[in-house]
């Protein structure tokens, strides 16, 4: 376009309008657009300067019909991004094959990155659609003197009393107990019910939905005492119906409390749950029944802030006069004036949003304190691990088949394609195979959920769709998927030049770089492979630990003996009469649960000396015997010895003057630096309890050393030690040998239905309880199978897809060494090393990665499977071997060809 | 190809002698972003064919060289077909007081 300064302002304008929307116009086709327009307006404007038109009405007339450029060139540009569409459909109907392969790779990749990301986003949106929820925070409460203790979430009792006496400002203060199994019964009917015993202000932070209450005020409902909630689903199964607001139950401990209300599904995700709520949180307050905390079982008589056993929330005021910014500022004032100094030492509080409940929880279990890397970081970095697998296996087969149509290319480009055209109509062919891979990942996705739990999928689509993130994040996806995928093969592809398509040069740099993706395919998934066998080896070990295989199973009876006002020495007597019953014994927690109970202990009476956080177990005198620890050095508890009784509320309380009798495992004694056990014996370890060494430390003295034991599963790699109270221990454990396992739970049913008619018995196998427990590492270990599966398939198949194009490509060079001598045998082994060299080298260069992050995972557990070269090794002979069988046949094939045949073919 | 009022007026227009863009937009009171998007697919689908005025016209106008569109055999026939549904355009479209056949270049 040439303006020139003689055209007046009218045309001037025009023009530049023209200018502005040749812009939009494709390339190709700007300059004879713009000679079309710019023609058509200098042509009318001197048709209008000849009839005398006044210049405003020149003016306007000119750029009314000037601006229908801007359409016209719309219409140009969605016309060519058609064509881009047509040529991408046609091309993946051309190659239905490797389009297929590439779809379902990348759909699989896909599936895997958006299962990450919904899974953290719908735990975020945990009760968003509570009035209250943006002022919801819950307070957590960190040790810095035991940075390994677990589960800030859960906070002492004392917490909620301090908060509620230095903070008017809040609205509410409330404590709910994690659930736990309970008794509850009515007249002669009773059931086992998942409890939580919460502050009445609980229920005015979350509303829930009630179906027959007996206040109009939702809220008010825990405020009388010994007031409960019960869900519909446990009232008709306790009552048979759910007109229940009035009655009384009875608990565990013979307490009885009223219904005052009967609550319906509760939208998830939330905090609170109940049997009939679909997609529940995990972690959160999942109860049949909801009991007013005045009636709870004094489960932390002790007073003590480092005795962790509430969810402590607090509600903000709704006017915005107190902030959360300025509430977490005055909480470390707070510690410093009500954590009294021969209590815990170093303790901080910060007030979390409520909806972050879960994350905080499995940030613990993937260890978040120590690495900084959060469970929500380490899920997306799983998922997007096969997700670049699925990416670079498009890349790289989309490369291959590219140099294959180097010839077409050079076609197109003497025909005029300029080498962005070619660029954008393959970034449009990756875009529109994201497009219909993330339609399958979804569809499937979906279907699956659907199918399988059609309830949860409808909480889950209820709670993600309307998301605007979600949209945005699947946009962001899709764009990124695309340019990961297809950037580079379209690329090397634009850069192919007219007339030198066959150069090697071109396609020896796209050959190294296929080597380098097959090589990053397999990295990442030799990675999640030796994660997936030092998974499954640590659940078997652990499970191995647990459960004695081979050896007499352990029954715990979950039930506990003061709930059930049950004799203990009697149940003792009975169930050891028993057939069947080769041993019984108790403990103060049930084993293999996720109850914590740590101590700080020091080889030294100095306060300021290194402390280790140690795992504390209060047992009767034959827990040993009864579980089958072996004695490693001295002796376990006796009970004739009055010494070896340890007074547990002064242990708790901190205080006692003389020396508490202690049995400690091996691993205590390795962290205590006694040497060996039989060194161990006699020696004292120190419990302080204050920092000043104002109040003298609490010793205990070793009697004994035991085997290493599991009773809790994820300790942290905390050693164990144990206490002798035969009072203190309520929950029984019983061994059955082995050859008589009906007979002896029959035995153990009707001595427990003898002693205690009111109370059902509750008993689970070790094993049980270990899954009951901790199901989530069940869940660990198929996520990581799953992604290494995936992981390892996608790059398979996409190595066959390479083989198939090298194999064609290198037709000429087989036939040629055949000629000069080469026998079949030696051809195939030559391409099997060809193919096998980037897989090792991959395998190779993560090791060091899988091995540490291994490492990591390995120190959350208390039993160990040993990080040994079996998982990188079995690792590297799968990624081998199905490539092996992948390939074999197609390199079979060229090694076998006939040289004479495929030569004269060329 | 989807026939709507407008596309009849712009075939209309060309039967008519309107052979310039601007002179279509002013045949049939279409705006610009309508016509020329219509041409555009009228010339794919062979409904016309388009050529550029000659030189010099267009030298001596001081300006680019304006393109022409004609109507092919198949947009006469296309026209014809559509002539019962949009009886309407003949009135609307106005006729040339004298058909004028552009230079070809």
């Not at chain 1, 003197?145 to 509620?164: G, K, Q, T, Y």
């Amino acid at each position: 376009m040439v303006e020139r300064h003689s055209d007046p302002l009218p045309l001037r304008m025009s023009l530049a309008i023209l200018h502005a929307a040749s812009r939009v116009v494709p390339r190709a086709l700007r300059d004879k657009w713009m000679r079309e327009w710019e023609a058509e307006v200098r042509h009318r404007a001197r048709v209008l300067h000849r009839h005398a038109k006044p210049q405003w009405q020149e003016q306007v007339h000119l750029m009314k019909q000037s601006s229908g450029a801007f359409a016209d060139a719309a219409f140009l540009r969605r016309q060519l991004i058609a064509h881009y569409f047509t040529a991408a459909f046609r091309h993946f109907r051309a190659h239905k094959v490797v389009s297929g392969v590439n779809v379902m790779c990348l759909a699989m990749g896909l599936t895997c990155f958006i299962v990450a990301w919904a899974t953290t986003a719908y735990f975020a949106q945990a009760d968003a659609r509570q009035a209250n929820a943006s002022r919801l925070y819950i307070v957590i409460m960190s040790d810095a003197s035991s940075p390994n203790a677990p589960v800030p979430v859960v906070s002492p009792r004392l917490l909620a009393e301090h908060l509620v006496a230095d903070f008017p400002e809040l609205d509410a203060v409330a404590r709910a107990t994690p659930p736990t199994e309970i008794p509850v019964s009515v007249d002669d009917r009773s059931l086992f019910a998942d409890a939580v015993f919460a502050d009445p202000p609980l229920l005015e932070m979350f509303e829930l939905p009630m179906l027959h209450a007996a206040a109009r005020e939702a809220s008010t409902l825990l405020e009388a005492p010994s007031s409960a909630i019960v869900s519909r689903s446990f009232a008709l199964q306790l009552f048979g119906t759910d007109r229940v607001v009035g009655r009384t139950v009875r608990l565990a401990g013979g307490e009885s409390v009223t219904i005052n209300g009967v609550v319906g599904a509760i939208p998830q995700p939330s905090q609170l749950s109940t049997a009939e709520s679909a997609g529940a949180l995990p972690f959160g307050l999942r109860f049949d029944i909801l009991v007013s905390s005045d009636v709870e079982p004094a489960r932390d008589s002790t007073r003590r802030w480092t005795s962790r056993g509430y969810y402590t929330y607090v509600m903000l005021p709704s006017d915005g006069s107190f902030a959360v910014d300025a509430f977490n500022d005055q909480l470390d004032a707070f510690a410093g004036r009500n954590v009294s100094v021969d209590d815990a030492s170093d303790l901080t509080f910060r007030a979390r949003p409520a909806a972050e409940v879960t994350q905080l929880w499995l940030d613990q279990l993937v260890g978040a304190n120590a690495t900084g890397i959060s469970s929500t970081v380490v899920l997306m970095i799983l998922g997007a691990l096969v997700l670049l697998v699925a990416c670079f296996n498009y890349a790289n087969l989309a490369t291959a088949q590219s140099l294959t149509h180097a010839r077409e290319i050079a076609v197109r480009r003497m025909l005029g394609a300029e080498r962005h055209q070619i660029f954008v109509q393959y970034l449009v062919e990756g875009f529109v195979l994201t497009l219909l891979a993330l339609a399958v990942a979804v569809a499937c996705m979906g279907a699956t959920i659907l199918v399988v739990r059609p309830a949860v999928f409808a909480a889950i689509a209820g709670v993600l769709l309307p998301m605007k993130q979600l949209w945005v994040f699947l946009a962001a996806l899709t764009v990124g998927v695309t340019l990961c995928s297809t950037a580079y093969p379209a690329l090397v592809l634009c850069r192919v030049p007219p007339a030198a398509a066959h150069r090697a040069r071109a396609q020896d740099r796209a050959r190294s770089f296929s080597s380098l993706l097959v090589g990053l395919q397999f990295a990442f998934s030799g990675f999640l492979l030796v994660a997936v066998f030092v998974t499954i080896a640590q659940s078997t070990a652990l499970e191995r630990a647990i459960t004695n295989p081979g050896g007499d199973p352990i029954v715990v009876i979950v039930n506990s003996l003061r709930e059930a006002a049950l004799d203990r020495e009697l149940l003792k007597t009975e169930l050891a009469g028993q057939t069947g019953v080769s041993g019984v014994s108790s403990i103060d927690f049930i084993p293999w649960g996720t109850s914590f109970r740590f101590a700080d202990l020091s080889p030294s009476e100095d306060p300021s000396a290194a402390q280790v956080n140690s795992s504390q177990e209060i047992v009767d005198p034959s827990f040993f015997d009864t579980m089958g620890i072996p004695i490693v050095a001295g002796r376990v508890f006796d009970p004739a010895r009055a010494a070896d009784t340890a007074d547990v509320d002064a242990w708790l309380r901190g205080s006692g003057a003389a020396d508490y009798n202690v049995v400690i495992d091996r691993a205590m004694v390795r962290r205590m630096g006694f040497g060996s056990p039989d060194n161990a014996l006699g020696k004292v370890i120190y419990r302080p309890v204050s920092d000043s060494g104002s109040t003298p430390p609490q010793r205990l003295r070793v009697i004994g050393v035991v085997e290493d034991f599991v009773l809790q599963p994820l300790n942290f790699g905390a050693p164990m030690f144990y206490l002798m109270n035969p009072d203190a221990a309520v929950v029984p454990v019983v061994r059955i040998a082995k050859e008589n396992v009906a007979t002896a739970l029959a035995r153990i049913d009707e001595t427990w239905a003898r002693l205690a008619p009111d109370v059902p018995l509750r008993r689970r196998f070790a094993n049980e309880q270990y899954e009951a427990a901790y199901g989530l590492i069940g869940v660990i270990d198929k996520v990581f199978a799953t992604l290494g599966g995936l992981a390892c398939v996608i790059a398979t198949m996409g190595l066959m897809g390479i083989s198939l194009h090298t194999m064609r490509r290198r037709t000429k060079e087989i036939a040629v060494r055949k000629v000069n001598g080469a026998t079949a045998r030696q051809v195939l082994l030559m391409l099997l090393a060809d193919f096998s060299k980037p897989i090792v080298v991959a395998n190779l260069a993560v090791w060091p990665i899988a091995w540490l992050v291994m490492r990591g995972y390995l120190s959350l557990f208390a039993v160990r499977s040993g990080l040994s070269w079996m998982p990188f090794a079995a690792s590297l002979m799968i990624a081998l071997g199905v490539a092996w069988v992948a390939i074999g046949a197609q390199i079979a094939r060229a090694a076998r060809a006939s040289p004479t045949l495929a030569l004269r073919r060329d | 190809m989807k026939i709507t009022y407008s596309t009849v007026l712009v075939l209309e227009a060309l039967a008519r002698g309107y052979r310039y863009g601007f002179d279509i937009l002013d045949a049939t009171n279409l705006p610009s972003g309508t016509v020329y998007p219509i041409l555009r697919r009228f010339e794919d689908e062979g409904l016309v064919t388009s050529e550029w005025e000659a030189q010099g016209i267009a030298t001596r106008d001081q300006r680019p060289p304006r393109r022409y569109y004609v109507l092919t055999a198949d947009g006469k026939k296309l026209l014809a077909e559509t002539a019962d549904r949009y009886r309407a355009t003949h009135e609307i479209v106005p006729r040339r007081s004298r058909a004028l056949k552009p230079t070809r270049g």
